[in-house]
């Protein structure tokens, strides 16, 4: 049984690496645009650079299809713990940690990836859904407010952070998804440098100036 367990634990961590390593953005923008979205705008991997670069015609994809991947692996995973007698969230964070690093460094195009909000937001709403509600509740009048995708987006998984220490009985999942917040307000560093010297640019979620 406990050779059953490892395996399981290795295929989901690993299932979850290689499959979340497959980037939307930078498909969509190869596939359509014959180019590569990293060495555009931002040069970051992920929805809010797609879309100030191409508009809201196929950024939207590129959000729904992270999300989705992001919530389906650590799904799938919590499934196959619970069958193998580890439990539902011990496969969701395991999922989760290996989803992001998938995100931000896939070797599928060179370790070079996007900063992981949709990712680790997903794992909020898997690890209990009034986390990852009240993240993106935060995130979008923040958005609707203030209109800087980094204010917002940081703000809104810190919420759940700090939400989910008050409300899961599971200490290792606590500790996994705040090292994943971490690691994404990380990721942020440059963004949260021109916060500070005012230089850090508007997103108008509604907007469309499509580069093509």
């Known amino acids: 049984m406990l050779a059953v367990k490892i395996i399981v634990a290795v295929a989901c961590a690993v299932g979850s690496y290689l499959v979340c390593g497959l980037n939307p953005a930078i498909i969509l923008s190869r596939r359509i645009y014959g180019e590569d979205i990293r060495n555009s705008g931002s040069g970051n991997a992920g929805f809010s650079n797609f879309k100030r670069v191409y508009g809201s015609k196929y950024a939207w994809w590129v959000f729904v299809l992270d999300l989705a991947k992001s919530a389906l692996l650590p799904a799938i995973s919590g499934l196959l713990f619970m069958l193998t007698g580890m439990g539902w969230i011990n496969g969701v964070w395991v999922s989760g940690v290996f989803c992001l690093l998938g995100h931000a460094y896939p070797v599928w195009y060179g370790f070079h990836g996007g900063k992981g909000f949709l990712t680790v937001l997903a794992m909020a709403f898997m690890l209990d859904w009034r986390c990852g509600l009240l993240a993106f509740a935060v995130m979008t009048v923040l958005l609707l407010t203030v209109k800087i995708m980094s204010v917002s987006t940081l703000s809104g998984l810190l919420a759940g952070a700090i939400l989910l220490w008050f409300i899961c009985p599971s200490l290792p999942a606590k500790i996994a998804f705040t090292a994943c917040v971490v690691f994404v307000w ?27």
């Open 186 to 212: 990380a990721r942020h560093h440059e963004n949260i440098n021109r916060l500070f010297h005012g230089k850090e640019s508007r997103f108008n979620i509604f907007g469309d100036k499509p580069k093509k």
